[in-house]
């Protein structure tokens, strides 16, 4: 319900889900686990010899310097991904770790998530709507 002056009558931005509650943070878990638990089955599998002979047959043995650049960004993808499905823009700096230092830091590098920053009102937001029961 809105005012005569057209202003809406809560103003305050959505309250942060609570990080104790498991639902919270599972579907996060899931965003990192997974991408990496397919990377240790297809390391299990050769993956890796294949990534590496690809890397020398088109760059040559330079080429082989770009790997953990590439490992590291896929890293801050799963990392970013996380935080924001879980509401958490991975650009701002809390203000409780203004002071620390490295390894702190990554809110000055650009966003790599593959998801946009959900806005969640309350923690039943973080679920997905085919996955809730009907009410």
């Not at 990192?32 to 297809?42: E, Q, R, S």
């Not at 920053?117 to 029961?133: E, T, Y």
Request: with cysteine.
């Amino acid at each position: 319900r809105e005012m005569a002056d057209a202003t809406p009558l809560s103003s305050s931005p959505a309250p942060r889900p609570s990080l104790a509650d498991p639902s919270t943070w599972s579907m996060a878990w899931a965003a990192v686990l997974v991408p990496n638990a397919a990377m240790m089955y297809g390391h299990h599998r050769g993956g890796t010899l294949v990534i590496v002979n690809a890397v020398l047959r088109t760059a040559g043995v330079y080429g082989l310097f770009t790997v953990p650049f590439i490992g590291l960004a896929m890293e801050k993808s799963f990392y970013d991904t996380a935080l924001s499905m879980q509401g958490i823009d991975p650009c701002e700096l809390a203000p409780d770790r203004k002071h620390e230092g490295f390894p702190s830091g990554g809110h000055l590098l650009p966003s790599l998530s593959l998801y946009p920053v959900k806005r969640v009102q309350s923690v039943d937001d973080l679920i997905p709507s085919w996955l809730q029961a009907s009410k």
